[in-house]
C-alpha cells in the first residue's frame, strides 16, 4: 500500500475513523499542548487527532499529509487547521517550530525512519516532544476482531510494521532523549460489520479474496448472535529533543 492509495480509501476513511479513545488526552497532557503551542501532525490523513487536539487547547495545528483526498477530508473539520501536501521524509520546516511533532498510524509507511526522525528533531524547539502511535507486534497479534477473524493480517502487519524497539533505537540515533512508550487501550461493543465490508483499515487490502470473504461471513455469524468485544490497542512511543 502506498500513500497515494489513501486518495481512494479517503471517503470511507472519514466514514469511519474516529479519534482513539483516550490517545488525545494522553497527548495533551504529556506534552503540555496549550493554546500558545504549535503542533504538526505528520500523516495527518483526514486529521481526527490533528481536529481533537486544536478543539481541546486552541494550539496552532498543522498538517503534512500527501493524499490530496485525505486533505480534502481533513479540510471539512470546522476547526481552523493548516494542511500542507507532503511526506514524513521530505520535512523541511525552519529549524524550531514546533513544540510537538506527531504521528498516528503513519510511520509503517516511512521507508526511512531516521531520515524522518532527523527532520522532526530538527523542526523541534529544544525541549520540544516527538510522538510516534503504532501497532505493537503483540497489540497486533490480539487485535480483536482483526486477528481473530481476518488472521491472514497478522503477517501482513508484520511485514510493514517496525518493531518498536527499532524505532526507538532509531530515535536515540537522531538524538532524541525521555524515551517512554505507553500503550493506549479501550475495548467496545461491535454491533455490525459495516467498517469491515468498507474494508476501511488498509490491512483488509492486503490479504486475500477468499480469507477476506471467510472473515466477513464468520464475523457476521458472531455478530447475529450478539455485540462483539472489541479492542483497540496503540502504543504512544515519545522522545525529546534535550533543551
Ligand atoms: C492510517 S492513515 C492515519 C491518518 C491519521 N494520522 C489518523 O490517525 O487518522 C496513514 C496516513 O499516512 C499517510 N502517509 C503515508 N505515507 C506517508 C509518508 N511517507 N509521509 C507522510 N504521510 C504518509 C497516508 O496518506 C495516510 O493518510
Redesign the pocket.
Known amino acids: 500500500m502506498?500513500?497515494?492509495?489513501?486518495d481512494d480509501l479517503?471517503t470511507e476513511?472519514a466514514k469511519h475513523?474516529r479519534?482513539?479513545p483516550g490517545l488525545v488526552e494522553h497527548i495533551v497532557e504529556r506534552a503540555g499542548v496549550t493554546s500558545d503551542s504549535t503542533v504538526l501532525?505528520?500523516?495527518?490523513?483526514?486529521?481526527?487527532?490533528?481536529a481533537a487536539v486544536r478543539r481541546t487547547t486552541g494550539a496552532r495545528c498543522i498538517g503534512?499529509?500527501?493524499?490530496a483526498e485525505?486533505r480534502k477530508q481533513a479540510a471539512e473539520h470546522p476547526e481552523e487547521l493548516d494542511l500542507r501536501e507532503?511526506?514524513?521524509?521530505?520535512l523541511d520546516f525552519p529549524e524550531g517550530t514546533f513544540d510537538l511533532v506527531m504521528?498516528?498510524?503513519?510511520i509503517h509507511?516511512?521507508?526511512e525512519p531516521l531520515r524522518?526522525f532527523q527532520r522532526a528533531f530538527a523542526a523541534l524547539k529544544p525541549g520540544g516532544h516527538f510522538l510516534t502511535?503504532t501497532d505493537s507486534d503483540w497489540a497486533i497479534r490480539n487485535r480483536i476482531p482483526m486477528a481473530r477473524y481476518f488472521p491472514a493480517t497478522i503477517e501482513v502487519e508484520f511485514a510493514r510494521y517496525q518493531p518498536v524497539p527499532a524505532l526507538a533505537g532509531d530515535l536515540a540515533l537522531a538524538g532524541f532523549t525521555d524515551l517512554y512508550e505507553r500503550m493506549i487501550e479501550s475495548t467496545y461493543l461491535l454491533h455490525e460489520a459495516t467498517k469491515f465490508e468498507d474494508k476501511s483499515h488498509?490491512c483488509l487490502h492486503l490479504i486475500g479474496d477468499e480469507e477476506f470473504a471467510a472473515g466477513i461471513a464468520a464475523l457476521r455469524a458472531d455478530l447475529a448472535k450478539g455485540p462483539i468485544e472489541a479492542n483497540q490497542r496503540s502504543l504512544a512511543l515519545w522522545g525529546r529533543r534535550p533543551l
Not at 502506498?2 to 489513501?6: E, G
Not at 507532503?86 to 521530505?90: L, M
Not at 504521528?103 to 503513519?106: C, E, F, G, I, K
Open positions: 502506498t500513500a497515494l492509495d489513501y479517503a476513511y475513523r479519534p482513539y501532525e505528520v500523516g495527518c490523513g483526514t486529521a481526527n487527532h490533528l503534512v499529509e500527501p493524499s485525505m507532503g511526506f514524513a521524509e521530505e504521528s498516528v498510524d503513519m509507511y516511512v521507508r524522518y502511535v488498509s
